[in-house]
């Protein structure tokens, strides 16, 4: 089955500085590739997710970048602020399945 | 607009006492409809996931157990619960024909 690895598992960056988060994947079928962020006490909001046929996707200050090849995909934050402080999530799907595979998590926090 | 409802959105249960929780959605018919459970400061943990009434797959064997005797309702369900099954419970969907997951406001459970 699908194995997700995400890191780091934390992560402090100081206000206006960028963020990178990194998940790999084991399953070279998966094809969706969402992001969620979780704050304290509060469900998972999904922020952005991207599909095997793009290699980029950006909103904002928040961007996702898919290798394939590598099977790997990244979470970029630019500009940080103290409000993107809190718990970011990866997942995969593959296409035949139904149930969506999430990574450990990583724990941001921007200092002011 | 599609909703999700969870209830209650906190529990205290003693030991070997038993439980239920309830999710529905609104604005939708036929999704697929997901639990998980995430520890205090943990990741998610896929326990069961529905694609129709009356269809469950169960990711984790353990002492819950799921059903969906209505198209939008999924009820978590234990006979005698454990201290390790304290935690956040969230009920997630997303669309028969879309990837996009949703996720609940999540029940917090304390086992005693």
């Known amino acids: 089955g699908e194995n997700v690895e995400q890191h780091p598992s934390t992560l402090s960056v100081q206000e206006g500085d960028s963020a990178v988060i990194k998940c790999t994947y084991s399953?070279?079928?998966?094809?969706?590739f969402p992001w969620y962020k979780q704050e304290l006490g509060k469900r998972p909001q999904l922020i952005i997710d991207i599909r095997s046929n793009v290699g980029e996707k950006k909103d904002q200050r928040i961007a996702v970048t898919l290798n394939k090849t590598a099977k790997h995909f990244s979470l970029h934050i630019t500009e940080t602020q103290p409000e993107d402080s809190a718990v970011y999530f990866c997942?995969?799907?593959?296409?035949?399945?139904?149930?969506?595979?999430f990574g450990p998590g990583t724990r941001l926090s921007v200092l002011p | 607009s599609q909703t999700i409802h969870q209830w209650p959105a906190t529990l205290v249960q003693p030991v070997g006492s038993p439980l239920s929780l309830e999710c529905t959605v609104e604005g939708t018919s036929n999704p697929n409809l997901y639990w998980y459970r995430q520890a205090a400061g943990r990741g998610l943990q896929l326990l069961f996931y529905s694609v129709g009434i009356g269809q469950i797959s169960s990711e984790v064997p353990q002492n819950l157990s799921a059903s969906r005797p209505q198209d939008r309702q999924f009820i978590l369900s234990s006979k005698k619960l454990l201290l390790s099954d304290s935690g956040f419970y969230l009920c997630a969907w997303n669309r028969l024909a879309s990837e996009t997951q949703y996720f609940g406001p999540g029940t917090r459970l304390l086992v005693l």
């Open positions: 399953d070279s079928a998966s094809n969706y």
């Open positions: 997942a995969a799907r593959n296409p035949y399945g139904q149930n969506f595979v």
